[in-house]
T-cell receptor, first 112, second 115 residues
Framework: NAGVTQTPKFQVLKTGQSMTLQCAQD?????MYWYRQDPGMGLRLIYY???????DKGEVPNGYNVSRLNKREFSLRLESAAPSQTSVYFC???????????FGQGTRLTVV | AQSVTQLGSHVSVSEGALVLLRCNYS??????LFWYVQYPNQGLQLLLK??????LVKGINGFEAEFKKSETSFHLTKPSAHMSDAAEYFC?????????????FGTGTRLTIIP
């Protein structure tokens, strides 16, 4: 009964380093999302994917890229990390865009 | 475009008192509305959702919310607060968009319960 699994749970990067956050869901959902959560700002959508093979920008896409590898997996890449990208990142999935979303446990990323 | 406004970033209530967390939405089409709860160092968990059926929606842990179109509101209530209700609560909206729907969140309300 895994649901949405994110790896890693914690990461510290130096400015300019790159990394990929992994997300996988086992609920056969079509839609997947990446959000970042910052104090006082709620969850802001970075990218989303309404179905396998499609991705679209959300509210704060700059500095990020995504790949919907298959129906299960949706990865988020930081090509050149910046301190402003220090945040908690959440992956989520839903059966369709209007259905309830299921969230992973989050990745706490610190860029120094 | 759609958006959500949560009034009050912090709310404190005494144990046993009424909990009222406010949410107003903006959507050009009939929306779907959600309340999520986040406990410390955890992901978000769905409390309840409105999907154009009954306007009064009951959720888990004794919470409920009423959809009021005329007021564009979806406030969350619980008659009697419990210590375990201390958490952060997020209101969210989604709207039909030709298969390209996405979930938009408010900025959250941190609920503190006073013993």
């Amino acid at each position: 009964n895994a649901g949405v699994t994110q790896t890693p749970k914690f990461q510290v990067l130096k400015t300019g380093q790159s990394m990929t956050l992994q997300c996988a869901q086992d609920m056969n959902h079509n839609s997947m999302y990446w959000y970042r959560q910052d104090p006082g700002m709620g969850l802001r959508l970075i990218y989303y994917s309404a179905s396998e093979g499609t991705t679209d920008k959300g509210e704060v896409p700059n500095g990020y890229n995504v790949s919907r590898l298959n129906k299960r997996e949706f990865s988020l890449r930081l090509e050149s990390a910046a301190p402003s990208q220090t945040s908690v990142y959440f992956c989520a999935s839903s059966e369709e865009g209007q259905a309830e979303a299921f969230f992973g446990q989050g990745t706490r990323l610190t860029v120094v | 475009a759609q958006s959500v406004t949560q009034l009050g970033s912090h709310v404190s209530v005494s144990e046993g008192a009424l909990v009222l967390l406010r949410c107003n939405y903006s959507s050009s089409v009939p929306p779907y509305l959600f309340w999520y709860v986040q406990y410390p160092n955890q992901g978000l968990q769905l409390l309840l959702k409105y999907t154009s059926a009954a306007t009064l929606v009951k959720g888990i842990n004794g919470f409920e919310a009423e959809f009021k179109k005329s007021e564009t509101s979806f406030h969350l209530t619980k008659p009697s607060a419990h210590m375990s209700d201390a958490a952060e609560y997020f209101c969210a909206v989604s709207a039909p968009n030709f298969g390209n729907e996405k979930l938009t969140f408010g900025t959250g309300t941190r609920l503190t319960i006073i013993p």
